[in-house]
């Protein structure tokens, strides 16, 4: 069974970083897309960053610029590090594993997903 385990989730000050990882379980194959989501509290699910295998990245527009993903894809993990984070990046993060679908912002049920990790921002 495959899982997705998120880390590096935690409070911090607007201006500040955090880097999240996760790490893919339960499969010997290696995943095409890798990436991160994120939901905040109303609003819809949306793209963070997403990588494939080869290493090609796509980045949220709410996030361009200040996020920055990498890929250990003999070890389907996945890490993203973000800066200059915002009050408005407070939400829940979450890992999804898959096809090319999470790399271009559409992953669905059909891919795997982490549990979430809890950003907050303080302003």
């Known amino acids: 069974q495959v899982q997705l385990v998120e880390s590096g989730g935690g409070l911090v000050q607007a201006g500040g970083s955090l880097r999240l990882s996760c790490a893919a379980s339960?499969?010997?194959?290696?995943?095409?897309?890798m990436g991160w989501y994120r939901q905040a509290p109303g609003k819809q699910r949306e793209l963070v960053a997403g990588?494939?295998?080869?290493?090609?990245?796509n980045y949220g527009g709410a996030v361009k610029g200040r996020v920055t993903i990498s890929r250990d894809g003999a070890k389907n993990t996945v890490f993203v590090q973000m800066n200059s984070l915002k009050p408005e990046d407070t939400a829940v993060y979450y890992c999804?594993?898959?096809?090319?679908?999470?790399?271009?912002?559409?992953?669905?049920?059909?891919?795997?997903w982490g549990q979430g990790t809890q950003v907050t921002v303080s302003s």
């Open positions: 999804a594993a898959g096809s090319e679908s999470v790399v271009v912002g559409t992953a669905g049920p059909s891919d795997y």
């Open positions: 339960g499969t010997i194959f290696t995943f095409y897309g």
């Open positions: 990588i494939t295998r080869d290493g090609r990245t």
